[in-house]
């Protein structure tokens, strides 16, 4: 079964909105990440917030992790139509080896 | 510098069919992953190795194979292909275990 879910599974905003999108967790973690999918390629990594962190930026991303709720959320700033893509997250537990991942939210910026 | 490298990048099988992905990475990375990626379901971990020589299996390993003599490369077999197998495939490697991925670009293989 997957750790993580994302929330919304799909969503829709227009150019210069922010973009929030969600993912909780079942079981304790080492740490959360966020890729991103563009259609028909490889996902690519966008920021890493460890169990010790609360809150990380990253240009026009900022990641927030809450471990007493077992989830995360990722918002995107200013968004543009190049930010249209699936974003997942992926949680590391603590004595794995493996990131397991989220089914995604399809993100779509309409100019 | 070429990072993850899927070949092939398409294939069509007929069920009964054997093929093997092959995944290569040129960042001296030890851990090595196999995911496949199905609509609506993200990505699910096949097999992974710790290191050359070493593998393991993932969430759903059944009628996948997986070797890794060489640490650069991770092969991917499906010795008797099902249509429940036509999927998305994705390799990933890293250097730290737990850390960021870095993916290829992706096999899409269907299975008639």
């Known amino acids: 079964s997957q750790q993580g879910e994302e929330d919304p599974q799909a969503l829709s905003i227009q150019e210069g909105e922010n973009a929030t999108m969600n993912c909780s967790y079942k079981t304790s973690i080492n740490n959360l990440q966020w890729y991103r999918q563009n259609s028909g390629r490889g996902l690519v990594h966008l920021i890493l917030i460890r169990s010790n962190e609360r809150e990380k930026h990253s240009g026009r991303l900022r990641v927030t992790l809450d471990t007493s709720k077992k989830s995360s959320s990722l918002l995107i700033t200013a968004s543009r139509a190049a930010d249209t893509a699936s974003y997942f997250c992926a949680t590391a537990p603590g004595s794995a080896r493996q990131l397991t991942f989220g089914s995604g939210t399809q993100l779509t910026v309409l100019p | ?112």
């Not at chain 2, 899927?6 to 092959?22: A, D, E, H, N, Y």
Request: contains cysteine.
């Open chain 2, 1 to 112: 510098n070429a990072g993850v490298t899927q070949t092939p990048k398409f294939r069509v099988l007929k069920t009964g069919q054997s093929m093997t992905l092959l995944c290569a990475q040129d960042m001296n990375h030890e851990y090595m992953y196999w995911y496949r990626q199905d609509p609506g379901m993200g990505l699910r971990l096949i097999h992974y190795s710790v290191g050359e020589g070493t593998t393991a299996k993932g969430e759903v390993p059944d009628g996948y194979n997986v070797s890794r003599l060489k640490k650069q490369n991770f092969l991917l077999g499906l010795e008797s292909a099902a249509p429940s197998q036509t999927s998305v495939y994705f390799c990933a490697s890293t250097g730290n275990s737990a850390g960021e991925l870095f993916f290829g670009e992706g096999s899409r293989l269907t299975v008639l």
